[in-house]
DNA sequence: GCACGCCTCCAGGAG
DNA sequence: GTCTCCTGGAGGCGTGCC
């Protein structure tokens, strides 16, 4: 890659991966420096800013500075590895705009008397969901909390008044980003006190390729890739950084100690870097022995204090040090702790460098990411991680994705010697760290281009949903274009409605089609599936808040098939225009680049980043618009875009049919094809490209299939003999380990079948996977651990008020002890005789165990993967039924 | 008082 | 706090029977 800026200190790192992967020399070791950030410190920061002249920076955040009353930018420096502040001094100011002319807000009373009212000014903005131009009072005010958030602020006496608002409920700091087109993430120059952003070169190559592959594409989707293509391509610095991790004193193990109260000693700070500290503070304590230094501290500072205040100013000076601090749960623990536990000791508030929110922690100079809330994030622990990790505790996440564990302790954490306790503390550090440095720091490249797509600064990004950057990257392109950003009301009672009837009780509207899958085995499966289906009917169908139900007469007639939704034939709809972008981008650049041999590997896999960045926003772009919570709210483009996906589905499947195609099932976007001819795949796909504007593409071929009555639940032998389970129980986290082990077994004898005639002798085997399995249960040969049931608390224990599921009977035994249970913890519990049936792990014997009901698990377990061959449970136990079977287990 | 059927709640998964 | 569709286990409740 050749467009790293020549001009950079490091002229060898012309190209990024350089750059990026060595941290620069004059930015390690920086520790040590004496002083904490009290007020003078940020001060000199301040008088500091314009340091910076002309060298490269990126910028990470954008915050409002109170003290100061201004928009304070945060910049990340890659030569000092160091944040740099920038405040602004444009004279931007808050505000929100009304339909209400100036001379009627004179005459509000309490308006232009506000303490902090600025000006009105009267300007015509573009109304998209009305399409029409108006003229609003822009409503210009001192500081944001006299914009919105006080009783007494003007937007809330203009409403009273009467009067709308709009753009009323932004936080300043994100339309500060707006106004001055800011990319957070993006590198720029500080030239005279000015922030410029800095110039991307494009590759020619890929210039030429974007001509040739929007060439049929309109015109503005073409211009605004140009625009976006730097996002893409502009490389990533190096991120200095440090980890943190605390561990707190509790006379009770295993209760967490309360943050507000901060009751309880800090005993240990680890702090763990990417640019070589590893640093363990410990408090001193006369009842607890510091023991021996074990091979796992070697390499490391470990610093004693007597005085816990002295260990807390130490720490404070680590989060001052570093640009990026990282935390698991700091959030709401270890930040929350630090800031009450050093008041209670008699820390004044401008000595700890932590900014306390409602439920954030933050930094006042650098920048806190709390890494649970990051990867606790549906898209992106879906989308981005493909479902690896399926709890968000450290340990489950390490485990999936570094293949590391927490070490572990026997010992309550309190009872601990001290270098015990150190070592413990600095695993904690070391794998929160490492979660954002594996793979080449796949997580940081994330980070950055998250925040380049969405506009969001890097602690918003990393604490929001989904819909959180989907409303902020809208929000941005409604500025940019001048469009008056409209209340979640207004589209509301223009386009609240729903024509279709979902399936499910509850729902708002008809979702995907699931065929009725044809039962048995199938050789020679081709599974067909339709690239990004809803995000195509988005964009071919012109799909937006402002064009579906448009207010034209003649658009009328362009019914949306399944539904009485119209869509609008004379503008193109920006949410259409978007995904469009995003979803032409990743599908015809750079899912291609990622796989491009004629690149370097380091490209190849930066491409690979940029193209699970945006798989991450493509994917959410429709069901944003069927959630109540998404301010653009809008329901009838989510249900259009479902019906469509009918539509092509339907489509596609008839033509199938028509062509002697056998189709066995489909789900959503997927037809499963028994053993077709080639040629008629390739007309098929054609046929779709040309009819429904969409591309269906070759997904897999199984070598075969075992379809049961059952929707959703299948399983397949791939060509190279892996497999692949969908939906069965013995997949499930909640079927219990034994009967887990029984089924991988039984798979990878199904693997190695390749014909009819193989399936009789599996049968065999399977009878006797299953039957030691049971007689191994029936003596009680399995553990607790095999035998326990595990299932997440969804919310907590007081809100199961409709009925008490046996996870929460469990959960309530231990809470008896004085266990705390919250939402998202696991409960392991087992099956026993008598009483409420179920008892949690931590309480039960093994003679207790209720076997039959184990039996009952095997049974539909495995029911699921023989009614496909034609098999049934009690056939396999013997026909003498469970009777008989248990007699030969004993 | 209890078996039974039916509906609902809940968790986990597919797409 | 993106959506709907689907499965299986268990709880809760009314009904009919003894």
Redesign the pocket.
């Known amino acids: 890659m050749t467009y790293a800026r020549s001009s950079r200190r490091m002229s060898k790192g012309a190209l990024f991966h350089k750059i990026y992967l060595i941290p620069p020399e004059s930015s390690r070791f920086l520790m040590n420096m004496s002083g904490s950030l009290n007020e003078d410190k940020l001060h000199d920061e301040r008088s500091k800013e314009n340091l910076s002249n002309g060298k490269v920076v990126y910028l990470l955040s954008v915050t409002y500075d109170g003290k100061a009353g201004k928009a304070l930018l945060k910049f990340y420096d890659p030569e000092k590895g160091d944040i740099i502040l920038w405040h602004d001094n444009t004279g931007h100011k808050p505000y929100f705009y009304t339909n209400l002319s100036p001379e009627e807000l004179y005459r509000i009373k309490g308006v232009a008397s506000h303490p902090g009212f600025d000006h009105f000014e009267v300007v015509e903005k573009f109304d998209l969901l009305h399409l029409r131009k108006v003229k609003v009072t822009k409503v210009v005010a001192k500081d944001p909390l006299s914009v919105g958030g006080k009783k007494n602020s003007l937007r809330e006496i203009i409403k009273k008044a009467g009067g709308k608002v709009w753009e009323a409920k932004i936080k300043y700091h994100n339309c500060y980003i707006y106004d001055r087109q800011l990319i957070p993430g993006m590198p720029y120059r500080i030239v005279n006190d000015k922030v410029i952003m800095e110039k991307v070169k494009i590759p020619s190559e890929l210039e030429d390729l974007v001509e040739k592959l929007w060439e049929k594409e309109p015109e503005e989707e073409k211009e605004m890739l140009k625009e976006w293509l730097p996002l893409f391509e502009s490389e990533v610095p190096w991120i200095r950084r440090v980890a943190i991790d605390i561990e707190v004193y509790s006379p009770i193990p295993d209760r967490v100690p309360s943050p507000e109260r901060a009751y309880y000693p800090v005993i240990a700070v680890a702090v763990y870097s990417n640019d070589g500290l590893k640093k363990v503070l410990i408090l001193r304590r006369h009842d607890v022995e510091v023991g021996e230094r074990t091979e796992g501290l070697k390499d490391v500072e470990i610093v004693f204090f007597d005085d816990e205040r002295e260990l807390l100013r130490e720490t404070f000076e680590v989060l001052n040090e570093y640009p990026v601090v990282l935390t698991f749960n700091g959030d709401n623990f270890d930040f929350r702790y630090l800031w009450y536990r050093a008041l209670k000791l008699g820390f004044k508030r401008d000595e700890i460098p932590i900014v306390l929110g409602q439920d954030s922690a933050l930094l006042r100079k650098g920048i806190h990411i709390d890494l649970y809330r990051f990867f606790?994030?549906?898209?992106i622990q879906?989308?981005a991680f493909g479902?690896k990790y399926?709890e968000t505790t450290l340990d489950a996440i390490a485990q999936a994705l570094l293949n590391e564990k927490k070490k572990e302790h026997i010992k309550p954490i309190s009872e601990l010697d001290l270098y015990e306790l150190a070592e413990y503390c600095l695993k904690d550090a070391e794998l929160t760290l490492k979660l954002t440095t594996f793979e080449n720091d796949l997580t940081m490249k994330l980070i950055l281009l998250f925040m380049r797509i969405s506009k969001l600064p890097m602690e918003d990004l990393t604490r929001?949903?989904?819909?959180?950057w989907?409303k902020n990257m809208l929000y941005f392109e409604h500025r940019k274009r001048n469009y008056l950003i409209p209340e979640p009301e207004e589209i509301r009672s223009l386009k609240g409605i729903t024509v279709?009837?979902?399936?499910?009780?509850?729902?708002?509207?008809?979702?995907?089609?699931?065929?009725e899958p044809v039962p048995g085995i199938h050789f020679n499966v081709v599974v067909l599936?339709f690239a990004s289906?809803y995000p195509s009917m988005i964009k071919t169908w012109n799909l937006s808040y402002e064009t579906v139900r448009c207010p034209h007469e003649e658009c009328k007639k362009n019914i949306i098939p399944e539904t009485t939704h119209w869509v609008c034939m004379k503008r193109r709809g920006l949410i259409s225009l978007i995904v469009a972008l995003l979803r032409d981008t990743r599908v015809k650049l750079y899912k291609k680049r990622a796989k491009d041999k004629s690149i370097s590997e380091r490209e190849r896999e930066w491409y690979d980043v940029v193209q699970r960045a945006l798989k991450v926003f493509i994917?959410?772009s429709?069901?944003?618009?069927?959630?109540?919570?998404?301010p653009l709210y809008c329901p009838p483009v989510?249900e259009s875009t479902?019906a469509l996906g009918r539509y092509a589905i339907k489509q596609t499947v008839k033509k199938a049919k028509e062509m002697g195609l056998e189709v066995i099932y489909g789900?959503?976007?997927?037809l499963f094809l028994k053993n077709p001819p080639k040629e008629a795949v390739d007309e098929l796909i054609r046929w779709a490209e040309e009819n429904l504007k969409v591309d269906l593409e070759t997904d897999k071929i199984y070598r075969y299939v075992s379809l049961?009555?059952?929707?959703?639940?299948?399983f397949g032998v791939l060509e190279d003999g892996r497999i692949d389970?969908?939906?069965?129980?013995g997949?499930?986290?909640?079927?219990p380990e034994f009967v887990k082990k029984a089924f991988a077994q039984v798979l990878n004898i199904l693997s190695n079948v390749k014909s009819d005639e193989d399936f009789r002798h599996a049968k065999e085997e399977i009878k006797k996977i299953v039957h030691e399995s049971y007689i191994r249960l029936k003596r009680k040969e399995y553990s607790l651990e095999d035998l326990a049931i595990?299932?997440?608390?969804?919310?907590p224990l007081n809100?199961?008020?409709?009925?008490?599921?046996?996870?929460?009977?469990a959960a309530l035994q231990i809470v008896k002890f004085g266990k705390k249970v919250e939402p998202g913890d696991?409960i392991a519990y087992v099956?026993v005789r008598g009483g409420?049936?179920?008892k949690h792990i931590q309480l039960a014997r093994i003679d207790e165990i209720d076997d039959e009901?184990y039996l009952?698990?095997m049974?539909?377990?495995f029911?699921?993967l023989l009614d496909a061959l034609g098999m049934s449970f009690e056939e396999i136990i013997g026909g003498g039924g469970l009777e008989a079977f248990f007699k030969a287990g004993k």
């Open positions: 606790s994030n549906r898209s879906v989308y479902g399926r929001q949903g989904i819909s959180g989907i279709t009837k979902a399936i499910i009780k509850g729902k708002k509207y008809m979702g995907a089609i699931v065929m599936d289906l994917n959410a429709y069901g944003v618009f069927g959630a109540d919570t998404f989510a479902a789900d959503t976007d997927s049961s009555t059952r929707k959703k639940n299948y389970v969908k939906g069965l129980l997949k499930k986290r909640n079927t595990k299932v997440a608390l969804s919310k809100e199961y008020t409709k009925s008490t599921p046996q996870h929460v009977k696991i099956k409420e049936g179920v009901k009952e698990h049974k539909s377990t029911e699921q």
